[in-house]
């Protein structure tokens, strides 16, 4: 697990994994919160500011 080493265009997030000796996946910068729309023309996301 510490040497896990995806660059962003390798992983379907799109945000690079290198856990190291933390063993956390993802860095709170690359957490994103989106929120389901829906209007005339179907369903849509729309990222939340965090």
């Given amino acids: 697990m510490e040497t ?3 660059k962003a265009d ?7 994994i290198k ?3 933390a063993h956390e996946f ?3 910068e ?3 919160v ?3 729309n ?3 023309r179907g369903w849509y996301t729309t990222e939340i500011p965090t």
Avoid: F, R
């Fill in 19 to 21: 856990p190291g000796t």
């Fill in 34 to 36: 989106y929120q389901w």
């Fill in 38 to 40: 829906k209007d005339a």
């Fill in 26 to 28: 993802y860095g709170i």
């Fill in 4 to 6: 896990l080493d995806l």
């Fill in 30 to 32: 690359e957490l994103h």
């Fill in 10 to 16: 390798q992983t379907p997030s799109g945000n690079a």
